[in-house]
C-alpha cells in the first residue's frame, strides 16, 4: 500500500489553493495547504479588485466580515496621451447594494482572512515552507518534497496553486516555458491618503463606495499593457503592467514608466501629496486560452495561475482562481467515491472548467493576444484618433461643427484609410467571432 499522509495537498495559499482547500475542509477530507509565505498574501500582488460571485459561493456574505475596502460603484476607462484622457465608464447604483460587485482590497490582509476560515474548516495551514519537486512513483503524482527536513508528504492527490511560475506544472511537463511576449510585468504602489481625499478626488459620497480607472493608449508608446488606479479606504492602489517582450525592446524599465504615470497632469492630482506605503512588483499571465495547460495528471491538478487563467481584458484573475480552485476540489471529491485518482478522472476537472466562464471566457479572446502583437498600432493610433477627434469637438474656437466634423472625417480617411479601416474592422471581428 502507498504511503499517505493526507487525502490532498494544496500548494500555495493564494485564492486558488484557498478555495480548493476550503471545500475539501468542509467536506471532511484531511487537507493540507503549504504557502511559502510568512502568511497567506505576504508574497501576492494584485492590482486590488476582488470579484464576490465565485467567492460567495463558496463563503455566502463573505464581504459582511472580510477585510474589503470599498465595494466598487463605477468602474472608467480611460484613452489617454501625454497630455489628455478620453473617459468612458459605469456608474451604477445596481452595484451599490447587497450583493455588491465587486470589492477593493489588500491581498495582504485579504488572504490572511481568507485563511483563517479555511483553518476554521478543518484544514492544516504550513506556512514559510517551499516545495521543491513533486514526488512521483509509477508515472503517478504521490506527494512531494518540501524544503523542511524530512519534509516529503504523501497524499492521493495533490493540487498546484503555486501561482505564475507554477514549479510544479513545469517540472511535470505540463507547462511550457514562459516566453516574455506571454506576460506582463506589474508594479503598483499603495498611496496613502485620508478618507476625505480619497473621496473628494474620485467623487465619491459614502466613503464605503469605490472607483477604478483602468488606463490605456497612446501614453505606453506602443507597448501592450494596461495602468490602473483603484481606491481603498485611505490610500490609492496605481499600478501599470506591460508585457515583458515590448519592456526589452523598448528599452523600458516599468519603475519610470510607473513615475511618469504618477506624474502625468491627469493622474498627478488624484494622487498628489500621499505617501507611498507598498511598492510592489509581480509578474501577470497574459497568454490567454492558447497558454491554458493540460490542467491534471495522475495524482495531480493544476489551478488558478499556475494554469495561466487570467482574462488580462476584463481584469479578471482572482476570480477564475477562485472558480478552478473550487472545480479542482470537487473533482477530487468525485473521484474520491471511487478511489480513482487517475489522469482520466482527473481529466473532469478541465471538462468541469470549459463548462463555465472561466474557460469559455478565455476562448472568446483566444486570439487577441496574437491580433495586438501583429497589429500594436491598434493600441495606440485609434485611441489617439479618438482622444484628437474628442478634442476637436470639444474646443470652441468658432469653427463650425460641420467643418470640424469634414475635419474628423480627413482625418480618419488620411491615418487609416476606409480600406485600412475596413480591414482592421473585419480582423477584430474574426478574431473575436
Ligand atoms: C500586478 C497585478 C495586478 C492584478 N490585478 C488583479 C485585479 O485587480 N483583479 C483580479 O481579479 N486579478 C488581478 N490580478 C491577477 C490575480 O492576482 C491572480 O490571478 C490571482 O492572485 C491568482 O491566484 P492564485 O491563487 O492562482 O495565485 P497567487 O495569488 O499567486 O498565489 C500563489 C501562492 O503560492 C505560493 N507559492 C508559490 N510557489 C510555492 C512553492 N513552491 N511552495 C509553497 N508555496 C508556493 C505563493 O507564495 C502564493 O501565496 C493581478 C495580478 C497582478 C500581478
Same mark, same amino acid.
Given at each position: 500500500?502507498?504511503?499517505?499522509?493526507?487525502?490532498?495537498?494544496?500548494?500555495?495559499?493564494?485564492?486558488?489553493?484557498?478555495?480548493?482547500?476550503?471545500?475539501?475542509?468542509?467536506?471532511? %477530507?484531511?487537507?493540507?495547504?503549504?504557502?511559502?509565505?510568512? $502568511? !497567506?498574501?505576504?508574497? &501576492?500582488?494584485?492590482?486590488?479588485?476582488?470579484?464576490?460571485? !465565485?467567492?460567495?459561493?463558496?463563503?455566502?456574505? $463573505?464581504?459582511?466580515?472580510? !477585510?474589503?475596502?470599498?465595494?466598487?460603484?463605477?468602474?472608467?476607462?480611460?484613452?489617454?496621451?501625454? %497630455?489628455?484622457?478620453?473617459?468612458?465608464?459605469?456608474?451604477?447604483?445596481?452595484?451599490?447594494?447587497?450583493?455588491?460587485?465587486?470589492?477593493?482590497?489588500?491581498?495582504?490582509?485579504?488572504?490572511?482572512?481568507?485563511?483563517?476560515?479555511?483553518?476554521?474548516?478543518?484544514?492544516?495551514?504550513?506556512?514559510?515552507?517551499?516545495?521543491?519537486?513533486?514526488?512521483?512513483?509509477?508515472?503517478?503524482?504521490?506527494?512531494?518534497?518540501?524544503?523542511?527536513?524530512?519534509?516529503?508528504?504523501?497524499?492521493?492527490?495533490?493540487?498546484?496553486?503555486?501561482?505564475?511560475?507554477? $514549479?510544479?506544472?513545469?517540472?511535470?511537463?505540463?507547462?511550457?516555458?514562459?516566453?516574455?511576449?506571454?506576460?506582463?510585468?506589474?508594479?503598483?504602489?499603495?498611496?496613502?491618503?485620508?478618507?476625505?481625499?480619497?473621496?473628494?478626488?474620485?467623487?465619491?459620497?459614502?466613503?464605503?463606495?469605490?472607483? /477604478?480607472?483602468?488606463?490605456?493608449?497612446?501614453?505606453?508608446?506602443?507597448?501592450?499593457?494596461?495602468?490602473?488606479?483603484?481606491?481603498?479606504?485611505?490610500?490609492?492602489?496605481?499600478?501599470?503592467?506591460?508585457?515583458?517582450?515590448?519592456?526589452?525592446?523598448? &528599452?523600458?524599465? *516599468?519603475?519610470?514608466?510607473?513615475?511618469?504615470?504618477?506624474?502625468? *497632469?491627469?493622474?498627478?492630482?488624484?494622487?498628489?501629496?500621499?505617501?507611498?506605503?507598498?511598492?510592489?512588483?509581480?509578474?501577470?499571465?497574459?497568454?490567454?486560452?492558447?497558454?491554458?495547460?493540460?490542467?491534471?495528471?495522475?495524482?495531480?491538478? %493544476?489551478?488558478?495561475?499556475?494554469?495561466?487563467?487570467?482574462?488580462?481584458?476584463?481584469?479578471?484573475?482572482?476570480?477564475?482562481?477562485?472558480?478552478?480552485?473550487?472545480?479542482?476540489?470537487?473533482?477530487?471529491?468525485?473521484?474520491?467515491?471511487?478511489?480513482? $485518482?487517475?489522469?482520466? /478522472?482527473?481529466?473532469?476537472?478541465?471538462?468541469?472548467?470549459?463548462? /463555465?466562464?472561466?474557460?469559455?471566457?478565455?476562448?472568446?479572446?483566444?486570439?487577441?493576444?496574437?491580433?495586438?502583437?501583429?497589429?500594436?498600432?491598434?493600441?495606440?493610433?485609434?485611441?489617439?484618433?479618438?482622444?484628437?477627434?474628442?478634442?476637436?469637438?470639444? /474646443?470652441?474656437?468658432? %469653427?463650425?461643427?460641420?467643418?470640424?466634423?469634414?475635419?474628423?472625417?480627413?482625418?480618419?480617411?488620411?491615418?487609416?484609410?476606409?480600406?485600412?479601416?475596413?480591414?482592421?474592422?473585419?480582423?477584430?471581428?474574426?478574431?473575436?467571432?
Amino acid at each position: 500500500m502507498s504511503k499517505k499522509d493526507f487525502d490532498v495537498i494544496v500548494v500555495g495559499a493564494g485564492p486558488a489553493g484557498m478555495a480548493a482547500a476550503y471545500v475539501l475542509a468542509k467536506a471532511g %477530507v484531511d487537507v493540507i495547504v503549504i504557502e511559502r509565505g510568512k $502568511f !497567506p498574501g505576504s508574497k &501576492n500582488v494584485m492590482g486590488g479588485i476582488f470579484y464576490r460571485k !465565485p467567492m460567495d459561493d463558496l463563503i455566502p456574505e $463573505f464581504y459582511k466580515e472580510a !477585510p474589503i475596502e470599498r465595494h466598487i460603484v463605477e468602474q472608467r476607462m480611460w484613452l489617454m496621451d501625454d %497630455v489628455s484622457h478620453f473617459s468612458m465608464g459605469i456608474k451604477t447604483q445596481k452595484h451599490n447594494s447587497e450583493p455588491y460587485n465587486c470589492f477593493s482590497v489588500l491581498r495582504a490582509q485579504f488572504d490572511k482572512w481568507f485563511s483563517k476560515k479555511v483553518v476554521e474548516a478543518g484544514a492544516l495551514l504550513i506556512n514559510e515552507t517551499v516545495v521543491t519537486e513533486p514526488i512521483v512513483e509509477n508515472g503517478k503524482v504521490v506527494g512531494v518534497r518540501t524544503d523542511r527536513p524530512q519534509g516529503d508528504l504523501y497524499a492521493d492527490c495533490v493540487i498546484a496553486a503555486d501561482g505564475v511560475q507554477s $514549479f510544479l506544472a513545469k517540472s511535470l511537463g505540463l507547462r511550457k516555458k514562459i516566453t516574455p511576449n506571454k506576460v506582463a510585468l506589474g508594479v503598483k504602489e499603495i498611496i496613502g491618503l485620508s478618507e476625505e481625499q480619497v473621496n473628494d478626488r474620485f467623487g465619491i459620497k459614502d466613503s464605503k463606495e469605490g472607483v /477604478t480607472i483602468e488606463i490605456t493608449g497612446p501614453f505606453l508608446k506602443g507597448m501592450e499593457g494596461m495602468a490602473w488606479m483603484y481606491t481603498n479606504k485611505n490610500s490609492v492602489s496605481i499600478g501599470i503592467g506591460v508585457i515583458i517582450d515590448d519592456l526589452i525592446n523598448h &528599452n523600458m524599465n *516599468p519603475n519610470d514608466l510607473l513615475e511618469s504615470l504618477k506624474n502625468h *497632469p491627469s493622474v498627478l492630482p488624484l494622487i498628489e501629496g500621499g505617501e507611498t506605503r507598498e511598492y510592489l512588483a509581480h509578474v501577470i499571465p497574459e497568454g490567454g486560452y492558447k497558454s491554458v495547460p493540460r490542467m491534471y495528471a495522475d495524482g495531480f491538478m %493544476v489551478a488558478g495561475d499556475a494554469a495561466m487563467l487570467v482574462d488580462s481584458v476584463h481584469r479578471e484573475g482572482s476570480n477564475l482562481a477562485v472558480e478552478s480552485g473550487k472545480l479542482a476540489a470537487k473533482t477530487y471529491l468525485e473521484a474520491r467515491e471511487s478511489g480513482d $485518482f487517475s489522469e482520466k /478522472t482527473l481529466s473532469r476537472y478541465q471538462e468541469k472548467l470549459e463548462e /463555465t466562464y472561466v474557460l469559455q471566457d478565455l476562448r472568446y479572446y483566444k486570439n487577441l493576444p496574437e491580433l495586438l502583437e501583429e497589429k500594436r498600432y491598434l493600441l495606440t493610433e485609434y485611441p489617439q484618433f479618438l482622444i484628437d477627434a474628442m478634442t476637436e469637438i470639444y /474646443t470652441v474656437d468658432g %469653427v463650425p461643427k460641420p467643418e470640424k466634423f469634414r475635419k474628423i472625417k480627413g482625418e480618419l480617411k488620411s491615418r487609416f484609410g476606409y480600406i485600412g479601416l475596413a480591414k482592421d474592422l473585419y480582423t477584430i471581428w474574426r478574431k473575436l467571432r
